[in-house]
């Protein structure tokens, strides 16, 4: 019955159902079907599922970036980062990737951040010569550093269902989005100069202007220095921090920058429902799932299957990065990590492979799905945003994929990248 509720999921996502709705009228389909299993463990299931303390960090969270991104953060970060690379060849294309990584600390969200510098920094770019839907794919790929660096949203669930510490989880994120950041800049110097893009100012900014920038962006970087010294000196939890985040944006957007209304409070939680929703109804329908794999024993099963592959941890590694980036491309991050992670975590647990390692490694490899075709979300929002088409974004894309891919790869083989900051301020 399992088999015959797999092949039912895997057509109804690939006839574009959404994957909330897809996975759970596939796993209805095998309790309905199976005698030996009560029926209302699936509605059980689909409640608790969300019933969790540290869930209510999500909520929390794309409230606090949704209320910083209209406070004006997003421009105040541009201009900073600007002060720092603009100098460089193809200045704002650097300005993107940098803004994506400072985005990072405050959305969490690959989609917020694509959406956001879309929205701001793209059409500026256009009008300084920059081709369009090449700065659509940097934006793109660019928007798969936020999940890594805290507080990322997919960090928050790997954490939940993995059991792992979800505060070293946080910390872990930085070195590898750090290095993201970087290979996409090496990869930008590279095109941009193929491409004839000029800096976006003479001259790197003297000490003054950047002095200024720093100050105007000030209270907008300090929110993810506040969220993992909090978590790391015991102050708060995840969960606590996620809440504190929501009133220092308050207080910032309302007191400080003074640039938020009451008027505008009704956009931004319109819009954390909406993607709280979504969310949160993919981990409930998600749950039934890895409720049904587990009265299976699906994931002793796969644990054993790959294992009887090869016991080498590298060769297992390797094979599980390809599975996951092939799937990454079909299915999205949020859904693909709910349902992959009580399948290999067994495995990984079985071969003293590092959680925390692995689970950072593991949210950027699905994250990266989220800018590939066919049904990349990050390349429909861009695309849309910008008015492209996803042909032409294709085109742009690869040597942005392909840098990703390399940092993924390291992180997968050098875990100590990874573990160096929590192992350093966690023990």
């Not at 159902?17 to 095998?30: D, Q, R």
């Not at 993810?224 to 010294?229: A, K, R, T």
């Amino acid at each position: 019955m399992v088999g015959l509720s797999l092949g039912v999921l895997a057509v109804i996502v690939a006839l574009g159902m959404p994957v909330a709705i897809a996975i759970a009228g596939a796993t209805l389909l095998y309790y309905l079907t199976n005698d030996s299993v009560p029926t209302q463990l699936v509605f059980q299931a689909f409640v608790t599922g969300i019933e969790s303390f540290p869930l209510l960090a999500i909520p929390f969270f794309i409230l606090a970036g949704e209320l910083m991104n209209a406070g004006g953060m997003t421009a105040r970060l541009i201009r900073f980062a600007e002060a720092f690379v603009g100098h460089l060849t193809g200045g704002l294309a650097h300005v993107n990737v940098l803004t994506n990584t400072l985005m990072g600390g405050l959305s969490g969200s690959s989609n917020a951040d694509a959406a956001a510098i879309s929205k701001t920094l793209v059409p500026e770019m256009v009008k300084r010569g920059y081709d369009r839907a090449w700065s659509s794919a940097l934006t793109a790929a660019g928007s798969i550093i936020g999940p890594i660096i805290p507080p990322g949203i997919g960090l928050i669930l790997f954490g939940f269902l993995a059991d792992v510490s979800i505060g070293k989880l946080f910390i872990g994120g930085i070195l590898p989005g750090i290095l993201l950041c970087l290979a996409l800049m090496i990869t930008v110097h590279i095109t941009a100069r193929k491409r004839g893009y000029k800096p976006s100012r003479e001259k790197i900014a003297s000490p003054k202007e950047m002095w200024d920038s720093f100050a105007k962006a000030f209270w907008a970087l300090l929110l993810p220095v506040l969220i993992v010294g909090g978590i790391r000196f015991g102050v708060f939890t995840h969960t606590e921090a996620a809440a504190m985040a929501v009133v220092y944006a308050l207080i910032v957007g309302f007191f400080i920058y003074r640039t938020m209304k009451l008027k505008d409070l009704a956009h931004v939680l319109a819009s954390t429902v909406r993607i709280t929703g979504v969310i949160m109804l993919i981990v409930a329908a998600a749950s039934t799932f890895g409720r049904m794999l587990s009265w299976e024993r699906i994931p002793h099963k796969a644990a054993e299957m790959m294992i009887s592959f090869s016991s080498n941890p590298y060769v297992i590694l390797f094979i599980i990065t390809v599975s996951l980036l092939i799937l990454g491309c079909f299915v999205e991050g949020t859904a693909n990590l709910i349902i992959m992670t009580p399948l290999l975590m067994p495995i990984i647990n079985q071969l003293g492979i590092d959680p925390v390692a692995f689970g950072v490694a593991m949210v950027l490899n699905l994250t990266i799905g989220g800018i590939t075709p066919p049904l990349g979300t990050m390349m429909y929002t861009v695309s849309t945003l910008n008015g492209i088409t996803t042909t032409a974004y294709t085109k742009q894309i690869w040597p942005f994929v392909i840098a990703v891919i390399v940092v993924l790869f390291i992180l997968v083989y050098i875990p100590s990248i990874t573990t160096f900051l929590p192992n350093l301020l966690m023990e």
